[in-house]
Structure formats: structure tokens, C-alpha cells
Nanobody, 120 residues
């Protein structure tokens, strides 16, 4: 069982920046993909960004050029640097990790979420 703890959320003005952190209870080098999702009120949870163990990243179109995901295997932590924040980025942000169990079997883990509020 992998536990994920997010931090770094808060209130920021439009145009500002925040950095979210996701600390894992186990070595993230064992986790083949880690990502950030978000859920705004009344909307479904959506992928924001993810990064593979090899460092390959992909982003939602809405955050490309503004957000950067990175991982530090030595610290068992994944980060989401968010710049040029907009009011529509307001949401609860969740960290997600996928563990490859082999034989086409995966386990998925979620953090408890951290709230980001962007004031316009």
C-alpha cells in the first residue's frame, strides 16, 4: 500500500504561482507513472499532468506551457509547478500513482487532495 500526501495548495491571485508536492510513503522509483488530477466543484476529475518513471510527461491542453510536473526519486516526491494561474484552475488537486504489478495488472493510489483557489 502506497500512501500519498499532497501539500502546497492555497489561495493565490490570478497570474501567480504555486508549487504542489506529493510525498510518497514508498520509493517512487517502483511507480511507473505518477500524476496530478484536479476536480472543480460540479465537474468530473480530470488529468492535469503525469510523468513516467522514464521522465516522459504529458499535460492537459489547458495547462500546457504553464504547469510543469517533475519527480525526485531520491525524495520520493512529485511536484507540480503551476505558473500564470487562472481562476479556472481553482480545484482540489489530487496526486495519483500507478504501480505495475506485472502480468498486465496495475494498482492505483490517490492522495487526499490539496485545494487550490485562484482569485480573479
Amino acid at each position: 500500500q502506497v500512501q500519498l500526501v499532497e501539500s502546497g495548495g492555497g489561495l493565490v491571485q490570478a497570474g501567480g504561482s504555486l508549487r504542489l508536492s506529493c510525498a510518497a510513503s514508498d520509493s517512487i522509483s517502483n511507480l511507473d507513472t505518477m500524476g496530478w488530477y484536479r476536480q472543480a466543484p460540479g465537474k468530473p476529475r480530470e488529468l492535469v499532468a503525469r510523468i513516467t518513471s522514464g521522465g516522459v510527461t504529458n499535460y492537459a491542453d489547458s495547462v500546457k506551457g504553464r504547469f510543469t510536473i517533475s519527480r525526485d526519486n531520491a525524495k520520493n516526491t512529485v511536484y507540480l509547478q503551476m505558473n500564470s494561474l487562472k481562476a479556472e484552475d481553482t480545484a482540489v488537486y489530487y496526486c495519483n500513482a500507478r504501480l505495475d504489478r506485472g502480468s498486465y495488472s496495475w494498482a492505483y493510489y490517490w492522495g487526499q487532495g490539496t485545494r487550490v483557489t485562484v482569485s480573479s
